[in-house]
C-alpha cells in the first residue's frame, strides 16, 4: 500500500459516505451513525438501497466491458469504496488475470479493510493508494508506479463526485486525470441526479449535510460536462440501471420506480 499511510483513525461519531453506502449494501463495516443517516435517508427515499446496488452493478457490468470487448488491462479506481465482492479487480482480473488495479480512496475505514482489494491473481497487481480525489497530481504520482500511462487506462470514478462540489474542483481534477491518459482509455462515471426525483433528492441532501457530508446532484448536461473532449459509449449518459443491462450477471430484481444515479463511458481517442 502506498499513501501517506497514517495511523488508521476511524471517526465514529460521524456519519462516513463509505460506511453509509456498505450499509445500504447489507455490509457490516458501518457504525450505527452510519445507520442511523441511512435509515433518515430511507425514511424520504426507499429506493436508497436499491440505488447503492444498481451502482455497485453499473461498475460491474462497466468493468467486465471494458476488460471483455475492450480488453483494457489497467484500472485506476478512485473513490473505491469499503470491499464488496465482487470487486473491481475480481472481475477484471476474471477476464485477463495479468490486469494491473490502482484503488484510491480517502476514507481511513476503506484503508483499514484494504486488504480484501489487494488478494489479486498472481499475473495481476493490485495496489491501494489513501489520497484524496481533489489532489489529482498525487494520485497520478503514485498511480505510475504500477500503472503504465503510455497504455490504456479504465479510469473509474464511481459515486465518487457527487462528494466534491463544483468550487473543490469536481470538473478539473476529472480534466487533469483524463489529460494524463493515453488513447483508448476509458472514463468510468456515475454521479447523483436531481433530474428523475427532485424532492427526494433535495431532502436527501439535506440530511447528508446535516450528518456533515457534502452532497452535489448534478443534471445530465452536468454530468455531461465530465465527458468533455470523449466519445461516449452507447446508450450515453443513463440511470445506471438503463446502463447496458445486457452485461448483467446475478442481479437481482430491482423493482420499479427511478434510481437518481446518472452512470456513462467515455472513451479518449
Ligand atoms: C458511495 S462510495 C462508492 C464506492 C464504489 N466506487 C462504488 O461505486 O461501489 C464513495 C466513496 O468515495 C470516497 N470518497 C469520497 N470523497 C473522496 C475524495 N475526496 N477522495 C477520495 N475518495 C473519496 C468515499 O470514501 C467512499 O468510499
Redesign the pocket.
Known sequence: MTGTEPAVRIDTTRP???RV?DWYLGGKDNYPVDEALGRQIMAIDTGAPRA?RS??WF?QRATRHLAGATGIRQFL??????P?EPNLHQIAQSFAPDARVVY????PI?LAHAEALLRGTPEGVTEYVQ????EPGAILEQAARVLDFERPIAL?L???LH??ADEDGAYDLVDTLVEALAPGSCLVL?CMTADFEPENVRQGIERYSAGGVTLVARSHAEVGGFFRGLDLMEPGIVSVKDWRPDLARDESPLGDGPVSLYGAVGVKY
Open positions: 462516513h459516505p463509505a453506502y447503492a451502482n455497485r461498475m479506481d478512485i473513490g473505491t469504496g469499503i464488496t484510491v480512496d480517502n476514507d476503506v489520497a484524496d480525489a481533489r473509474s464511481i459515486a465518487l462528494f466534491v456515475s
